[in-house]
């Protein structure tokens, strides 16, 4: 028997081992990773582990004894290198590992700096444990920082940067903060808030190099020549679907590994869920021209995860659940409900340090947008779970009463 293999032991291979037992199944269950820390939660990464809030038990998603209590076998620090589809196994350094189910949880990696001086010292990438640890450490000393990209974690990154005094400037290329996740009304409030805390931004600038001295980084200089002198560079442009492997071995991969409303590849006895994944959702009406996002966040990777193990314990169903995310920035946290895109109608809602943007695609609710007002976050996601429908001139009008139609 060989039973279920999950490749990938992070936030979604992880859930897809819990829940297969959580679910009854009673087979033989492998979790492979090729990192050496117990799974762990990324997200404090960029905000309490680098702040230096939490320590690295804090992340941990469960304790050592709930693997072996749980008859899940851990395989940390072994690398995957192929999956031969035809004889049921992967292929390690250390050996072959057979399954008769494979659950493709290989996640994302940074996409990396396509400019010279990207691999000079003191340039930085997050994704991993080890990534945030070389990060904490070189901010102790840092007096100036540069972020390349103001997304995500690039902006957490420099709330806790500038809250520890260090001088910060964001770059990016789009005219604002998240321009592809967020709308205009919410990037604005955020682009103030980092202002206010004394970061800088450059908005409209493309990245020419990261300059050095000694094999260190000294700063960057821009396309159109301004030179930024910083010892600390943290470029956040982005990720890249660990597909390759999928890709290797026949499997449909464009942009994430494809996978059916079941989480299921072409090969019945291969799944793939998380971050790496690409799967057909309502919620991409309007946002794709086929239907299929991939998602990268928490509730993605743990619902995947769910829905997976329901399936192999015997329990089909396809996969529907509401996306939602967050990000802490400084004192300031931002919901997300949906799955909103540019273009998208905004309705504002709330007063000027507490509100919630309404993005409506053709007519229809896509996603609301909340920041410091998570009551509005909980009545978005039970409006999107209930497909209540919402007008905009019912979201724009304060006495409208939305928490009532979410019940
Ligand atoms: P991962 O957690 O990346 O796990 C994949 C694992 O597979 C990794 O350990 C990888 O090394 C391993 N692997 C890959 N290839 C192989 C191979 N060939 N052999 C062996 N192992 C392999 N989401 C939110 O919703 N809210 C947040 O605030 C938020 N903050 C974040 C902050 C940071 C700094 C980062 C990096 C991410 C954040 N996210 C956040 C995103 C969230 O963490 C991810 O969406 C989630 O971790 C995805 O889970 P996953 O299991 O699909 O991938």
Redesign the pocket.
Known sequence: EAGVVV????????QAAASLREAGFAGPLTL????TALPY???P???AYLAGKTDAEGLALRPAAYLDEHRIGFRPG????AIDRAGRRLL?GDGPVHYDHLVI????RNRPLPVPGADLAGVYQ???LAD?DALKAALATCRAAIVVGAG??GL?FAAVAAARGVDVTVIELADRPMARAVSPETAAFFRGAHEAAGVRFRFGAGLAAVEGRDGRTSGVTLADGTALPAELVLVGIGVLP?QE?ADRAGLAVADGVRVDAFLATEDPAVSA????ARFPTRFAHGLSPDGTVR???????IDQGRCLAGRLAGRPAPYAAVPW????QGPHKLQIAGLGAPGDIGVRRGTEAAFSVFRFRDGQLAAVESVNRAGDHMVARRLFAAGTPLTPDQAADPSFDLKALAI
């Open positions: 490749l990938g032991a992070g936030q979604a291979g992880f492979v990773g090729d990192e939660q990324r997200p990464l960029s905000k072994l690398v995957a290198e390690t949880a290989t996640g994302a997050l994704r991993g945030a995500f974690i957490e660990n492997i869920i998380g971050d790496c998602i990268e966040s928490v509730q993605n990777a995310f967050w990000s802490d």
